[in-house]
C-alpha cells in the first residue's frame, strides 16, 4: 500500500477541465489497489496572476517541493497572447516552476494507440508501429537565456545557451532509456549554424563511447521535423534541445492523433511534474470537448515514474485501450466515419474510462 501526496496545479483554460478527469483516475486506481492518496491544489498561470498578481506564487511552489508528484493541467490566456507588451505572463510561472525545481528532462512518449491510426493526416502504413520517446531539455536554451529590448523598443533578442553539464545530464538519461528500448538514440541539434549546438553535439560525441551499445545518430533539427513525417518509424529515442524538442513534440503529437493524446513527465532534482503537452487551448475552452486522455495518460505516467507502480500505470493505459477499441472519441481524434453517439465531451470519457478500472 502506498501513501502518497499529490498536488493537483490545473492551470488555465482546458488544463481545469482535463486535470479534473485525471485526479478522477487517480482516486480510482488509490480505491481499486488499496493505496491511500491525498491531494491538495494550487494556482499557477493566469488564475494565480487574478488572485495575487504572480503567476507562481510563493505558496504553490511551496506546496510543490511538499508533494509527493504533482499532476498539472496548463498555463496561458488569449489576453497575454494578444498583448506583447504584457509583462507578467501566465507562461513565466510554468517556467519558473521548471527551473525551481529543477525539471531539466521532459520525457514525452509519442503513443500510437492502433485504433486511432485513422485519426492521423499521415497514412496509416506509415505510421503503423511508430513508437517514439522524446527527451526535451527543459530548463535552458533560449528560454532561460538573457533577452531584452534595445533601441528604444525596436530591437530584441533572446539568446540561446547551453553549458555542457546540462548536455550531458540529459544526454544521459536518453543514453539510459536507449539502452532499455532499441538501443537507437536520435540527437537533434542545429550544429551545422549555432554555437550552443555545436556544444550539444560536443557533448555527445564525447559520452557516446561510454554507451558502445547504442547507436547513435545525429539530425539538424530541420531535416528531423521532416523525416518524422516522412517515416516515424526511423526514430525511436530522441534528445534534443528545449525549443527544438517543444516544436518537434508538437509535431509527433500528429503521429498519435492528436494534441489531447500525448502526456508528459517533467523530472530532475526533485518532485516530478505529469502534465499533457498540449496548452490551455482557448479555442475549445468552457465547451467541454477537451480530450483528458494526455491528463490521464499523465497520470499513469506519474504512478509509473514518481510512485514506482507500473501495475496501476499499465491498467489506466489499458482502459484507455479499451475505451478506443470500443469507438469512443473526443472530437479531436473522431472523423467522418465516427457515430454521432460514439464522440464524447471530456467529463463523458473520463465517465467511460472510469468504467474499465
Ligand atoms: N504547457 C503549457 O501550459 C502550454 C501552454 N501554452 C499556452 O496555451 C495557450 C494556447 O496555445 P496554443 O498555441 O493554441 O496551443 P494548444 O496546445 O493550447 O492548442 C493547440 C491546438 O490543439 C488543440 N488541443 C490542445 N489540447 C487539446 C485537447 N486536450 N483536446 C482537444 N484539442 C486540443 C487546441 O484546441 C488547438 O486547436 C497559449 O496561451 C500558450 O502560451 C501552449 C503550450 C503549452
Ligand atoms: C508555454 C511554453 C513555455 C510551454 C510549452 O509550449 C511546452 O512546454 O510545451
Ligand atoms: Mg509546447
Known amino acids: 500500500m502506498a501513501k502518497k501526496h499529490i498536488l493537483i496545479v490545473p492551470g488555465d483554460g482546458i488544463g481545469q477541465e482535463v486535470t479534473t478527469v485525471g485526479k478522477q483516475v487517480l482516486d480510482r486506481i488509490a480505491e481499486k489497489f488499496g493505496h491511500e492518496f491525498t491531494y491538495d491544489e ?4 493566469h488564475v494565480a496572476i487574478e488572485a495575487t498578481g504572480d503567476p507562481l506564487p510563493e505558496e504553490t511552489l511551496v506546496k510543490m517541493r511538499a508533494s509527493d508528484a504533482i ?13 506583447p507588451s504584457a509583462k507578467v505572463r501566465p507562461e513565466q510561472g510554468l517556467l ?25 493526416s499521415i ?48 544526454a544521459r538519461k536518453a543514453f539510459e532509456a536507449a539502452r532499455t528500448r532499441s538501443k537507437k538514440l536520435m540527437s537533434v541539434d542545429k550544429a551545422n549554424v549555432l554555437e550552443s549546438s555545436r556544444l550539444w553535439r560536443e557533448v555527445i560525441q ?3 563511447p561510454e554507451y558502445p551499445d547504442v547507436e547513435v545518430e545525429h539530425q539538424f533539427i530541420d531535416a528531423a521535423a521532416m523525416l518524422l513525417i516522412k517515416d516515424p518509424r526511423r526514430f525511436d529515442v530522441v534528445v534534443t534541445g528545449n525549443l527544438f524538442g517543444d516544436i518537434l513534440t508538437d ?4 503521429i498519435a492523433g492528436s494534441m489531447g493524446m500525448l502526456a508528459s513527465a517533467s523530472v530532475g532534482d526533485s518532485t516530478g511534474v505529469y502534465e499533457p503537452i498540449h496548452g490551455s487551448a482557448h479555442d475549445i475552452t468552457g465547451k467541454g470537448v477537451a480530450n483528458p486522455l494526455a491528463s490521464v495518460l499523465s ?12 501495475a496501476e500505470a499499465d491498467a489506466i493505459i489499458a482502459a484507455v485501450d479499451k ?6 472519441r473526443t472530437r479531436d481524434i473522431a472523423n467522418s466515419e465516427t457515430p454521432a453517439d460514439k464522440i464524447l465531451g471530456t467529463d463523458a470519457m473520463g465517465a467511460e474510462l472510469l468504467k474499465h478500472l
Open 251 to 254: 509535431e509527433a503529437s500528429q
Open 299 to 310: 497520470a499513469a505516467l506519474l504512478l509509473d515514474i514518481s510512485f514506482g507502480l507500473k
Open 42 to 45: 494550487a494556482l499557477i498561470g
Open 96 to 120: 519558473k516552476m521548471r527551473k525551481e525545481l529543477g525539471l531539466y528532462a521532459n520525457l514525452r512518449p509519442i503513443k500510437l494507440f492502433d485504433e486511432l491510426l485513422e485519426a492521423s
Open 71 to 83: 499532476l498539472f493541467g496548463a498555463v496561458g490566456h488569449p489576453k497575454y497572447d494578444n498583448d
Open 123 to 170: 497514412k496509416p502504413e506509415i505510421l503503423k508501429g511508430s513508437d517514439i520517446l522524446f527527451f526535451r531539455e527543459l530548463t535552458g536554451d533560449v528560454y532561460f537565456g538573457k533577452r531584452e529590448r534595445l533601441d528604444d523598443g525596436n530591437t530584441a533578442y533572446d539568446t540561446m545557451i547551453y553549458s555542457k553539464y546540462e548536455v550531458e545530464r540529459i
Open 206 to 208: 564525447k559520452i557516446a
Open 323 to 328: 475505451v478506443l477499441k470500443d469507438g469512443f
